[in-house]
């Protein structure tokens, strides 16, 4: 069965500091992962999208990494501001015509 | 423009009310979606358009109707809704129906059902 997991279910950190998210997938055959960025009562927004040839991939102060091997894949935030407070969401497509398949999220907040 | 917008951003029924949600995009895509998100949960899939027609319904309820008038609009009719259909709703457009394109969000819809 194709399933995302991610890990830290929530996440408090103090400003300034980094942190690290996970995610890990079951999907195969695999296209593509993307990390969302959704804040509360708003759509998600794209933060980075990586193929299984890509390893890494970065998005100013947000740096995405992918193994393909191990099926997991982490979101770096660096230096994190209290507007990064909010949810962090994987999702995976599969190599078909098939939906994508959204991980439950992390929910992060940055504390001043 | 590479924005997904939708309206009214708040919206507030009745059980018995009849209202619609819209959704718009100008980027040329040829899928559009709709997606229901409850608190703290990820977005679930209700519908998908390709080229104008309805290519996915995830058995969703007679009392959401969705329509796509054109390859720019989709609109979600709502009929007869019930407190628990409260929730954030999101519409989504990609180059195609195929889930390997990426999919752009509008910044979504909050409904409440009295």
């Known amino acids: 069965k194709n399933q995302v997991e991610q890990s830290p279910q929530s996440l408090i950190i103090l400003e300034g500091k980094n942190c690290t998210l996970q995610?890990?997938?079951?999907?195969?055959?695999?296209?593509?992962l993307r990390w969302y960025k959704q804040d509360t009562g708003r759509g998600p927004v794209s933060l980075t999208i990586m193929t299984f040839s890509e390893n890494t991939k970065s998005n100013g102060r947000y740096t995405a990494t992918l193994d393909a091997d191990t099926k997991q894949s982490s979101l770096h935030i660096t230096a994190s501001q209290l507007s990064d407070s909010a949810s962090y969401i994987c999702v995976v497509s599969p190599n078909r015509d098939d939906k994508i398949i959204f991980g439950k999220g992390t929910r992060l907040h940055i504390l001043p | 423009d590479t924005e997904v917008t939708q309206t009214p951003k708040h919206l507030v029924m009745g059980m018995t009310n009849k209202k619609s949600l819209k959704c718009e995009q100008h980027m040329g895509h040829r899928a559009m979606y709709w997606y229901k998100q409850k608190a703290k949960k990820p977005p679930e899939l209700m519908f998908v358009y390709s080229y104008e027609k309805l290519s996915i319904n995830e058995s969703v309820p007679s009392r959401f109707s969705p329509e796509c008038p054109n390859s720019s609009l989709l609109n979600l009719h709502l009929h007869a809704l019930q407190p628990e259909d409260s929730a954030l709703y999101l519409c989504a457009s990609s180059q195609d129906g195929r889930g390997r394109n990426e999919q752009f969000f509008g910044p979504g819809t909050r409904l409440t059902v009295l």
């Open positions: 995610c890990n997938y079951t999907v195969s055959p695999f296209s593509n």
